[in-house]
Nanobody, 115 residues
Framework: QVQPVESGGGLVQAGGSLRLSCASSRSNFRFNAVGWYRQASGKQRELVAA???????NYSDSVKGRFTISRDSAKNTVYLQMNSLKPEDTAIYYC?????????WGSGTQVTVSS
């Protein structure tokens, strides 16, 4: 399977934390940029955080200061640590690898934040 696999979603109260994982079996995954996207019901998918193979990181303004993206090259995994969660963070979270010739999307993991 070349698509990355997300895990770690769930139901959490506002103010709580979750850590999402995005794991890949592709050998080049560790060298490529990876992004975390989310899509809330009825809304467009948006990029919330991204990390390059060299470790350059960007966040959307909506999550800056609360979410942290990181990667463990030895485990071929990218993480999204989400703190101080808000109900508006409720969405399906997807990871995407920008591959050499195509992009690879995971199937998503649901995050629900209750108020």
């Amino acid at each position: 399977q070349v698509q990355p696999v997300e895990s770690g979603g769930g139901l959490v109260q506002a103010g709580g934390s979750l850590r999402l994982s995005c794991a890949s079996s592709r050998s080049n995954f560790r060298f490529n940029a990876v992004g975390w996207y989310r899509q809330a019901s009825g809304k467009q998918r948006e990029l919330v955080a991204a990390i390059t193979g060299g470790g350059i990181i960007n966040y959307s303004d909506s999550v800056k200061g609360r979410f942290t993206i990181s990667r463990d090259s030895a485990k071929n995994t990218v993480y999204l640590q989400m703190n101080s969660l808000k109900p508006e963070d409720t969405a399906i979270y997807y990871c995407k690898e920008w591959g050499e010739t195509q992009d690879y999307w995971g199937s998503g993991t649901q995050v629900t934040v209750s108020s």
